[in-house]
């Protein structure tokens, strides 16, 4: 699939300066780019390879002067970063649609109900009262537990299992090995000191515009709904337990662990390793810093947070500089007590 620089600056609403006709079938760093490839410079510390690069088809920002000549094909734009996203996003949403069509071995329920123009790769379990959208793409080895719900234009990579009666919004991608619905982590203590299995038969609902990363997993709820809000973007290897509640557009980096029942606001951002306890509240626009332990309620928002367990950020790094000055001052005072205990002797010698 090739594009011309003119195809491509209409796409990315960019002007062209050298060959329009100049055309790629595919996308490279600058520094690697072949003749065949797309890049594009958006940090300065790059500019030398825009000299040397082999790119027929660069794009740069408006505001770029050029210091010697270049063999590539340009296209400007305001910025060349985003456009550049842009243009991936535009490529694979071209290259998802031509993919369409059920291949064999797979089940599909004869209950099921499948949208328009959706995919379903080999390998793939559809399970009976599922409702799938439209342009939905199903990849090797995905499982739709009964009477799941899912909307249009979603992407199910590899290995991801959905299980039964939970709802995906629309837009939504969720990456290989993730899990969606499994039993929340509820066990009773017993007088003999064993445990009972508290039966979990809420669900998981996911809203429209969320991007979940691979191996993953979505508890579902003991009773009612885990859910994770619009927009919000969670990172590979995190666990999200049973009853949570993630805001809109809250992101949440790897290996980070949400307990049970608590309730994570909007536009919050969780750094990696990041641990909460159960039945918290995070205020909206909290920022959590990565390896802080949540052990409390955070009720302030737009605040920043640090430590274990988590304290206001300036507080937190005051309260680590003062423990790397500990040795200094445990050392000036056992000078102090030596010395009023000479203070001291000579006074009761005198």
């Not at 270049?70 to 993919?99: C, G, H, N, W």
């Not at 909206?284 to 640090?306: L, R």
Request: proline share 3%.
């Amino acid at each position: 699939m090739q594009f011309t620089a003119a195809q491509i600056a209409l796409m990315i609403q960019g002007t062209v300066e050298g060959n329009p006709a100049a055309a790629v079938a595919g996308f490279g760093k600058i520094e690697e780019a072949t003749a065949d490839q797309i890049a594009f410079l958006s940090n300065p510390k790059y500019e030398e390879w825009l000299y040397q690069s082999a790119a027929s088809i660069i794009i740069v920002n408006e505001a770029l002067e050029l210091k010697q000549s270049v063999s590539a094909t340009l296209i400007r734009v305001p910025d060349a970063y985003s456009a550049f996203a842009i243009l991936l996003s535009k490529y694979q949403e071209i290259v998802s649609q031509q993919m369409v069509g059920i291949q064999e071995p797979s089940f599909i329920a004869k209950t099921a109900k499948l949208g328009e123009s959706i995919f379903v790769a080999a390998f793939c379990y559809v399970g009976e009262q599922v409702v799938i959208g439209n342009n939905v793409k199903l990849y090797p080895g995905v499982v739709i537990g009964d009477g799941t719900v899912i909307g249009d234009n979603v992407i199910l990579h590899a290995g991801v299992k959905i299980y039964h009666q939970c709802v995906i919004g629309n837009r939504v991608i969720i990456h290989a090995g993730t899990v969606v619905g499994g039993d929340g982590f509820g066990f009773a203590p017993l007088a003999d000191g064993s445990y009972s299995k508290i039966p979990q038969i809420g669900n998981v609902i996911i809203e429209d515009d969320v991007e979940i990363g691979s191996n993953t997993t979505i508890d579902r709820a003991t009773m009612g709904s885990t859910i994770i809000h619009k927009g919000s973007k969670l990172d590979n290897l995190i666990q999200v337990a049973h009853n949570v509640e993630i805001g809109s557009n809250t992101v949440i980096a790897a290996q980070a662990g949400i307990s049970g029942s608590a309730k994570v606001g909007n536009g919050v951002m969780i750094g990696g390793q990041v641990g909460t306890a159960g039945h918290i509240i995070i205020a909206d626009g909290s920022k959590i810093a990565g390896q802080t332990g949540v052990t409390k309620s955070i009720k302030i928002p737009n605040k920043s947070h640090n430590g274990t367990p988590a304290q206001e950020f300036t507080s937190s790094l005051r309260m680590q500089a003062l423990t790397r000055s500990l040795p200094e001052m445990e050392k000036r005072i056992r000078e102090l007590e030596k010395t009023i205990q000479q203070l001291l002797a000579d006074k009761v010698q005198g």
